[in-house]
């Protein structure tokens, strides 16, 4: 990146969630210290940028599965910094008409996206934090452009997100209060870094270090993951890891990320 494109707002010296995962994904839209940051952690965990790789991949079958199931409007919070394979691109591919808001707190992801994402008016960019889900909700771009106030199905991505929550009691609050907000027939998809992996201590260091040098982090284990999509239909094949989900497994140990999607039954509230 030259120094003409960094935004004022941004500070370059401080490592950032969204430029790290653009970093881990070939991306360019990072700094000296995103990348110094991302060294640090996988110099614990050698397999993180795959891991980033496998949820990402994740994220494209879960999109293209959605719009094949017919929902067309999707709120995709913590998006990050647009890369190949986004959101809107998939959707879009289904049915153009389909619409997509973007909401993440990074303005290098936010700015970025909104060059991008010009003259597209069925995708809008929202500079805001997942953990204000009614000041997102209430949002006039994403109740214009989601139909919230028809109560028209949409999808609700959490993709990479919800373990930069780490207190448990938040974590959970925030999730229902999407859920709830869901209108019947709605689908809701996370993805989560898993305490699953059998080399834990190597992992907590990793953890560890993720949390000094960028944000606070959280791994969770498949039964809290699971607790996320409570009161929904699951579907299939359930809550399991992100390279096991609707494609064939790969041989050997399977990457820490967990992933799983519900849909509000019809008829609930």
Known sequence: MTEEWVPAEVDVNRPSIARIYDYHLGGTHNFPADRE????????????????????????????????????YFLDLGSGIPTNGNVHEIAQAVDPSARVVYVD??????????KLLAGNDRVAVLNA???????????????????????????????????????????????????????????????????????????????????????PLKLRTKQQVGAFLTGLEIVEPGVVHCSEWRQAAPEGQQLPQICGVGRKPVGSQ
């Open 37 to 72: 940051a991302a060294a640090q952690v996988v110099a614990s965990m050698p397999e993180l940028p795959a891991v980033l790789r496998v949820n990402r991949d994740f994220l494209g079958r879960c999109v293209q599965y959605l719009a094949d199931q017919g929902i067309r």
């Open 105 to 114: 707190n990074d303005p290098t992801a936010v700015i970025h996206a909104r």
């Open 129 to 215: 934090d997942l953990r204000e889900p009614k000041a997102i909700l209430d949002d006039p771009e994403v109740k214009r452009l989601l139909l919230l106030d028809l109560d028209e199905p949409i999808a609700i991505l959490m993709s990479a997100v919800l373990h930069f929550v780490p207190d448990d009691t938040e974590a959970e609050a925030l999730v229902a209060a999407y859920r709830d907000a869901m209108p019947p027939g709605s689908f809701l998809a996370i993805s989560h870094g898993a305490d699953t992996s059998e080399d834990a201590e190597r992992i907590d260091t990793a953890v560890q270090t993720y949390t000094r040098a960028v944000a």
